[in-house]
């Protein structure tokens, strides 16, 4: 079977749907909030219930970096703990979604730019579950993971993302997971607790990103070296905002923009996320 006669079947299969699935960049923030009712689970729990259902769901995660562009591809994905110092509660969790090796593969034919490989090896990294869990607790909706390469630079992201906008129209939900101010670094620990806490560069370059993202300024955010030393400060290393990228890059003509979760924590994190559509 050639690659299109393939992807046509999967297209077929899913069905175009009236309305195109929006498009999500989620702000993750601690693993705790895979287990915590707050806020922000709260928010991705009801953010579930005011979109459409989707047939899967394919997720873009800071902690998933590999030389080349991956997919995961195997029927029942690992739940991955990455993370350590947390309580065992945490590590207990088991997401049981099911994975999909046919949209796996459908997913890569629609790839132009580079060769995607078939991962079966990886799984749901905690950039993945924790929100999912949230928002599909019952783990009856299939997940997919899609690797960052991180020998590429950020406008190789944004354009690779735009080659999966024909998913939007098929009930695949994509979302980007990270954080677009992310400084382990330099956070305040004793402030976690204390509301809205946060250093004012990171706060100023916060609101420039949201400005950018409203206004449709992507260049600009692809160029996010050239926004000043706050940028920098916010992005010391890219994985986490990477992710952002792969959004913007699925942004149509028409789409709305909206902002959620727009919180500063420990002074130099932010929760801040985007939906589109």
Do not use: C
């Not at 029927?75 to 947390?86: A, L, V």
């Not at 160029?223 to 920098?232: D, H, I, R, T, V």
């Not at 890059?249 to 996320?273: E, H, P, Q, Y």
């Amino acid at each position: 079977m050639t690659t299109l006669t393939a992807f046509n079947r999967f297209t077929d299969s899913l069905g175009e749907q009236e309305q195109q699935m929006p498009v999500l960049f989620i702000g993750h923030g601690s693993p705790m909030n895979g287990i915590l009712d707050n806020e922000f689970s709260q928010k991705w729990a009801k953010l579930a219930k005011e979109i459409p259902t989707p047939k899967a769901v394919l997720v873009v995660s800071a902690h998933w970096l590999s030389k080349g562009t991956r997919i995961t591809a195997m029927d029942f994905p690992q739940t991955i703990h990455d993370f350590g110092g947390f309580p065992q509660e945490l590590f207990d969790v088991q997401y049981k979604a099911t994975g999909s090796a046919e949209i796996a593969k459908e997913t890569a034919s629609i790839i132009k730019s580079t060769q995607v490989e078939m991962d079966h090896d990886w799984g749901l990294d905690h950039g993945a579950w924790t929100i999912i869990r949230h928002m599909y607790p019952q783990a009856n909706i299939p997940v997919l993971q899609l690797s960052i390469d991180y020998t590429k630079g950020p406008q190789y992201h944004y354009d690779l993302a735009n080659e999966l906008a024909a998913l939007r129209k098929k009930g695949v939900l994509i979302m980007g997971s990270g954080n677009m101010v992310h400084n382990l670094r330099m956070v305040a620990w004793d402030k976690l607790n204390e509301n809205e806490f946060g250093f004012d560069w990171a706060v100023q370059i916060n609101n420039t990103f949201k400005d950018l993202i409203r206004n449709g300024q992507h260049d600009k955010l692809i160029k996010y070296e050239q926004l000043g030393k706050e940028a920098m400060l916010a992005i010391p290393t890219p994985e986490h905002y990477w992710p952002l990228l792969y959004t913007l890059g699925l942004k149509g003509s028409k789409d709305d923009v909206s902002i959620f979760n727009d919180k500063v924590v420990g002074g130099s994190l932010t929760m801040t996320s985007v939906m589109i559509g």
